[in-house]
């Protein structure tokens, strides 16, 4: 039900993690510098609210990433140095508001994410390669309004 601090950090042959529906927790740095990492599935019905402070950061070869109808919130840095990530699928019912259970693992977490309730400090790292986030319609200004440079990325789902 959980996957813990840095369980599977440095992985390097890791390619592919399929997260069951029972994981309801993951935390920070869970996948972290797996460079070979690919692909990453939720299973559904995902139970997952959040992911957690840098928990694929420089995953190197992530492409894509579709997060999980449960998700609420994604943190700062969860994809960070992803140098290959290229589409972002955020569902529908992402929230501004932290899960009352987040605890986060540094200050800087404790800020929430702008007004949007996103800062996308997720994609920050990974503006040079990112092409696409595929966004809820009904959020899709609130982004504009923050990240005009970042325009043409957002799809409407």
């Known amino acids: 039900t959980k996957i813990e601090q840095f369980a599977f950090n440095q992985c390097e042959g890791l390619k592919k993690v399929v997260i069951p529906g029972s994981v309801s927790v993951m935390s920070d740095y869970a996948f972290s510098d797996c460079s070979q ?12 609210r959040y992911l957690p402070e840098h928990v694929f ?10 997060i999980p109808n449960s998700e609420s919130y994604i943190s ?6 992803c140098t290959k990530l290229r589409k972002v699928t955020i569902p529908d019912n992402i929230g501004f508001e932290k899960p009352a259970d987040y605890s986060p693992s540094s200050e800087r977490e ?11 400090k997720l994609l920050e790292h ?10 809820p ?7 504009e309004e923050h990240w005009p440079h970042l325009k043409h990325l957002f799809v409407d789902k």
């Open 137 to 143: 319609a009904d959020k899709r200004g609130l982004l």
């Open 76 to 81: 700062d840095y969860a994809f960070s140095f």
């Open 126 to 135: 990974a503006l040079g390669s990112l092409e696409c986030v595929m966004i």
């Open 110 to 120: 404790a800020l929430p994410l702008a007004s949007l309730g996103l800062q996308f």
């Open 57 to 66: 950061r420089c995953c190197n070869q992530l492409e894509e990433i579709v």
């Open 37 to 48: 990492l690919k692909e990453v599935v939720f299973k559904e019905p995902a139970t997952l």
